[in-house]
């Protein structure tokens, strides 16, 4: 995704709305200077004293101006949708 030249990928949230096992996200989606809607589902687990947060997400790199990397011209190519997962656990307050 040529991170040297474009280091950062923004997602800014507008809506979130809960759900059953977390919260949808709905807002824009920022990669190398392109912007789209995107939606994510973030899920939440309460472990006692701290709750983990995750979430997948799939996105078309084209629709970013990103051309799917390939080998030996063109007979071994990354698919154009990839899938983006994100874990964390966070301690809660005492």
Do not use: C, N
Not at 3 to 30: C, H, M, N, W
Not at 42 to 66: K, N, P, V
């Amino acid at each position: 995704m040529d991170a040297g030249r474009s280091p950062e990928i923004r997602f800014t949230a507008d809506v979130i709305e809960q759900t059953e096992k977390g919260y949808r996200l709905t807002g824009t989606l920022r990669i190398r200077g392109k912007q789209k809607q995107h939606v994510i589902d973030l899920h939440t687990e309460d472990l006692g004293d701290s709750w983990r947060m995750s979430a997948e997400s799939t996105i078309r790199q084209s629709d970013y101006g990103i051309k799917p990397y390939s080998l030996l011209m063109g007979s071994v190519q990354v698919a154009d949708d990839v899938t983006l997962s994100f874990t964390a656990v966070h301690a809660k307050d005492d």
